[in-house]
């Protein structure tokens, strides 16, 4: 069975990670912010997880970022990750008890309405039934995504890391892939069954949604951007407060760590965690820290 690309942050697979950049009205591309330390410098992007070939080339911002940067920080250094590994490590815990399966973990009726919509699809969820809702929901947008033309492989990150290595530049990881996917694993059942069905209801409209957050992306239209946000969120405070709020102020420590050191440090994450009032530059300012726009030099 084809699983989501394990070489990828959890934003990716949710579509979280390109909901929303800043709160400026509009810019000429993508928002970057920096955070002057005591000894360095800290560049903060949002990213886009999943491109299209057609979404080549970049922002000339995008690239001037990362020639200004001494090392690349992502959410996990994605460069280090085994494959096989990294595979094993999501089956097993997408996995459910041996005498448990994903129609008792949702109940009868949700089961089959998920059946359904999955049928529509052309997949059969019974295939599924040894693994987590959450894992099925994952696996269903990643195969998608993959039918849009989307490929994590060309993705921002990937694309960034891609060239940190081969220019020698340290990459950094933000977190681990498992404690990612502890993240969803962690979910109560029915936040993973809500999750599922949504993920099987806008399948149909995900496309179109796709590439008016790409042009909002690249535009720097916020407004537009932080509307899908509320979107995609607004029925799960508790998923946004889990996936959101908690990490960007862990990162928001990490970050004034950063500026502590000599050098300019790229920071790339889901465009959602630079958005909004509990956004990493948010959590930054409440620290007293001051962050501002930045743009290349001309």
Same mark, same amino acid.
């Given at each position: 069975?084809?699983?989501?690309?394990?070489?990828?942050?959890?934003?990716?697979?949710?579509?979280?990670?390109?909901?929303?950049?800043?709160?400026?009205?509009?810019?000429?591309?993508?928002?970057?912010?920096?955070?002057?330390? &005591?000894?360095?410098?800290?560049?903060?992007? *949002?990213?886009?997880?999943? #491109?299209? $070939? @057609?979404?080549? %080339?970049?922002? +000339? =911002?995008?690239?001037?970022?990362?020639?200004?940067?001494?090392?690349?920080?992502?959410?996990?250094?994605?460069?280090?990750?085994?494959?096989?590994?990294?595979?094993?490590?999501?089956?097993?815990?997408?996995?459910?008890?041996?005498?448990?399966?994903?129609?008792?973990?949702?109940?009868?009726?949700?089961?089959?309405? &998920?059946?359904?919509?999955?049928?529509?699809? *052309?997949?059969?969820?019974? #295939?599924? $039934? @040894?693994?987590? %809702?959450?894992? +099925? =929901?994952?696996?269903?947008?990643?195969?998608?995504?993959?039918?849009?033309?989307?490929?994590?492989?060309?993705?921002?990150?990937?694309?960034?890391?891609?060239?940190?290595?081969?220019?020698?530049?340290?990459?950094?990881?933000?977190?681990?892939m498992e404690f990612q996917l502890r993240l969803f694993d962690a979910m109560p059942e029915?936040?993973?069954?809500?999750?599922?069905?949504?993920?099987?209801?806008?399948?149909?409209?995900?496309?179109?949604?796709?590439? +008016?957050?790409?042009?909002?992306?690249?535009?720097?239209?916020?407004?537009?951007?932080?509307?899908?946000?509320?979107?995609?969120?607004?029925?799960?405070?508790?998923?946004?407060?889990?996936?959101?709020?908690?990490?960007?102020?862990?990162?928001?420590?990490?970050?004034v760590e950063m500026g502590e050191r000599p050098g300019t440090h790229l920071v790339v994450?889901?465009?959602?965690?630079?958005?909004?009032?509990?956004?990493?530059?948010?959590?930054?300012?409440?620290?007293?820290?001051?962050?501002?726009?930045?743009?290349?030099?001309?």
């Amino acid at each position: 069975m084809t699983t989501f690309d394990t070489r990828r942050g959890l934003a990716p697979l949710l579509l979280l990670a390109i909901s929303a950049l800043a709160t400026q009205a509009r810019a000429e591309g993508p928002s970057i912010w920096e955070y002057q330390g &005591a000894a360095g410098s800290v560049l903060m992007l *949002g990213s886009v997880h999943v #491109l299209r $070939q @057609q979404d080549y %080339p970049l922002p +000339a =911002a995008v690239e001037a970022a990362y020639a200004a940067a001494d090392t690349l920080v992502m959410e996990i250094d994605t460069s280090s990750l085994d494959p096989l590994s990294a595979q094993m490590l999501i089956t097993g815990m997408g996995s459910l008890e041996p005498d448990r399966s994903m129609r008792s973990v949702m109940g009868q009726r949700d089961f089959d309405r &998920a059946s359904r919509l999955a049928s529509e699809m *052309g997949i059969d969820l019974t #295939l599924m $039934q @040894q693994f987590e %809702p959450w894992f +099925a =929901a994952l696996t269903i947008m990643n195969l998608q995504m993959m039918k849009m033309g989307f490929n994590p492989q060309i993705g921002l990150e990937s694309h960034l890391s891609g060239q940190a290595v081969r220019d020698g530049k340290p990459i950094v990881g933000l977190e681990t892939m498992e404690f990612q996917l502890r993240l969803f694993d962690a979910m109560p059942e029915r936040v993973q069954s809500d999750l599922l069905l949504q993920t099987l209801e806008e399948a149909g409209t995900m496309e179109k949604e796709m590439d +008016a957050m790409i042009r909002a992306w690249r535009a720097g239209d916020s407004a537009a951007l932080a509307r899908m946000m509320g979107k995609n969120f607004a029925e799960y405070p508790d998923v946004y407060e889990t996936l959101v709020t908690r990490r960007n102020r862990d990162w928001s420590d990490k970050v004034v760590e950063m500026g502590e050191r000599p050098g300019t440090h790229l920071v790339v994450v889901g465009a959602l965690h630079l958005v909004g009032k509990d956004s990493l530059i948010k959590m930054l300012e409440q620290k007293g820290q001051r962050v501002n726009r930045w743009r290349p030099a001309d």
